[in-house]
T-cell receptor
Framework: TAGITQAPTSQILAAGRSMTLRCTQD?????MYWYRQDLGLGLRLIHY???????GKGEVPDGYSVSRANTDDFPLTLASAVPSQTSVYFCASSDGTGLNEQFFGPGTRLTVL | QKEVEQNSGPLSVPEGAIASLNCTYSDRGSQSFFWYRQYSGKSPELIMF????GDKEDGRFTAQLNKASQYVSLLIRDSQPSDSATYLCAVNADRGSTLGRLYFGRGTQLTVWP
């Protein structure tokens, strides 16, 4: 199985433009998450979804929105990008049982100029 | 605010030595703990998890948990150059839930030199 895929791999975006980062998982996991990783700050949770149709805010949600129309897809949208959103974005999923281990996608490197 | 602290490193050990990575957390009610390995330019990869006090061994890796001290560690025995990576400590913020939000430490960079 592919696990978790993310697209694009990298992107340069002009400030003020909008962009959607895509995330798809084929493991039928209930929960999905978006993190950003910045040098010196580690991974921080942006938004999460417990199951299709529900979403929630993480530690750093401002400037981002998500939707969860089905189990497999969890897109992250930047409505009007700013340079401080330059980061590496990781999507993750967990099956919602037991210890609920999270598995990560390959990431999207976003540069906002 | 749920804090997860790791020794900042970098940590450098010779091949064959034991590498010791440490992590403390602020939420006393946290129940499950994870260690991820991240190679440069790659995504985090889960290598160990622990939820009971004591030691858990998996090959060359041993995770140790002390909930009273709010302390979790990862020992890597017989370190190899291929172990050179950043190690991330993560704490599950959710209890009794199908959701498993993680709070991460900033990571410790490990270099194993031949």
């Amino acid at each position: 199985t592919a696990g978790i895929t993310q697209a694009p791999t990298s992107q340069i975006l002009a400030a003020g433009r909008s962009m959607t980062l895509r995330c798809t998982q084929d493991m039928r996991h209930n929960a999905m998450y978006w993190y950003r990783q910045d040098l010196g700050l580690g991974l921080r949770l942006i938004h999460y979804s417990n199951t299709a149709g529900t979403t929630g805010k993480g530690e750093v949600p401002d400037g981002y929105s998500v939707s969860r129309a089905n189990t497999d897809d969890f897109p992250l949208t930047l409505a009007s990008a700013v340079p401080s959103q330059t980061s590496v974005y990781f999507c993750a999923s967990s099956d919602g049982t037991g210890l609920n281990e999270q598995f990560f996608g390959p990431g999207t490197r976003l540069t906002v100029l | 605010q749920k804090e997860v602290e790791q020794n900042s490193g970098p940590l450098s050990v010779p091949e064959g030595a034991i590498a010791s990575l440490n992590c403390t957390y602020s939420d006393r009610g946290s129940q499950s703990f994870f260690w991820y390995r991240q190679y440069s330019g790659k995504s985090p990869e889960l290598i160990m998890f622990i939820y009971s006090n004591g030691d858990k061994e998996d090959g060359r890796f041993t995770a140790q948990l002390n909930k009273a001290s709010q302390y979790v560690s990862l020992l890597i025995r017989d370190s190899q150059p291929s172990d050179s990576a950043t190690y991330l400590c993560a704490v599950n913020a959710d209890r009794g839930s199908t959701l498993g939000r993680l709070y991460f430490g900033r990571g410790t960079q490990l270099t194993v030199w031949p």
